[in-house]
């Protein structure tokens, strides 16, 4: 069966630091992969998506930036944090509807 | 642009009670409307979804209505419980690879 692995769980960290965010997907191949954020008490707004390794399209300008070096692999990324980067980051995969990771909860202090 | 409206945006039933929420969409190339449901701190899981050719699809409490020519699609959740509560999410897969999400409902369901 499919599955996917997001981590950490919950990350603390101070503005202008690093970020990131690894998602892993278990049981199939060539997954469609999707990063979402959402701010307390939100919807879902797409960051990025990746239909294959290395090709990865990106939806709001921002911060943040994604890869996909290997085909079960999407990484979330951010040279310098800033305050308005926090929220709750959601790996997902697509088949005909999404499985999503456990989550982060980032708060950018 | 492609765009998904949806209510209401808070519903507080009382357990045994229906809820119903609806939604609008725009793209009527959409061939796939999946319902999420996300209690407080979780991730969004799957608890139905409906294809352009069918109207209605069942699963023991809970159902979804389509009607395309309106673009329209709801959720209906029978027979209520506190465990219900949670907040719901409508989409709809574009005809390339993203899905667009409703704002969600926050469903409170007292006991």
């Known amino acids: 069966s499919q599955t996917i692995h997001q981590w950490p769980a919950t990350l603390v960290q101070p503005v202008g630091s690093p970020l990131s965010l690894e998602c892993t997907v278990e049981?199939?191949?060539?997954?469609?992969l999707y990063w979402y954020r959402q701010a307390a008490g939100r919807g879902l707004q797409l960051l990025f998506y990746?239909?294959?390794?290395?090709?990865i399209s990106s939806e709001v300008p921002q911060n943040l930036s994604a890869s996909r070096p290997q085909d079960r692999q999407f990484i979330l990324s951010s040279k310098k944090l800033l305050l308005s980067d926090s929220g709750f980051y959601l790996c997902?995969?697509?088949?005909?509807?999404?499985?999503f990771g456990s989550g982060t909860r980032l708060t950018v202090v | 642009g492609e765009n998904v409206e949806q209510h209401p945006s808070t519903l507080s039933v009382q357990e045994g009670d229906s809820a119903v929420i609806k939604c609008t969409y725009s793209?009527?190339?959409?061939?796939?409307f999946p319902w999420y449901k996300q209690e407080l701190g979780k991730r969004p899981q799957l608890i139905i979804d409906?294809?352009?050719?069918?109207g209605e699809k069942k699963d023991q409490r809970i159902a979804v209505t389509l009607n395309k020519t309106a673009k329209h699609f709801s959720l209906h959740i029978t027979e209520t419980q506190p465990e219900d509560s949670a907040v719901y999410f409508c989409?709809?897969?574009?005809?390339?690879?993203?899905?667009?999400f409703g704002a969600g409902t926050r469903l409170f369901v007292k006991a």
């Open positions: 997902a995969w697509r088949q005909h509807g999404y499985t």
């Open positions: 049981g199939t191949s060539n997954p469609n």
């Open positions: 990746s239909v294959g390794i290395g090709q």
């Open positions: 793209d009527s190339a959409s061939n796939y």
């Open positions: 409906i294809r352009s050719n069918v």
């Open positions: 989409a709809f897969h574009t005809g390339g690879f993203k899905t667009i």
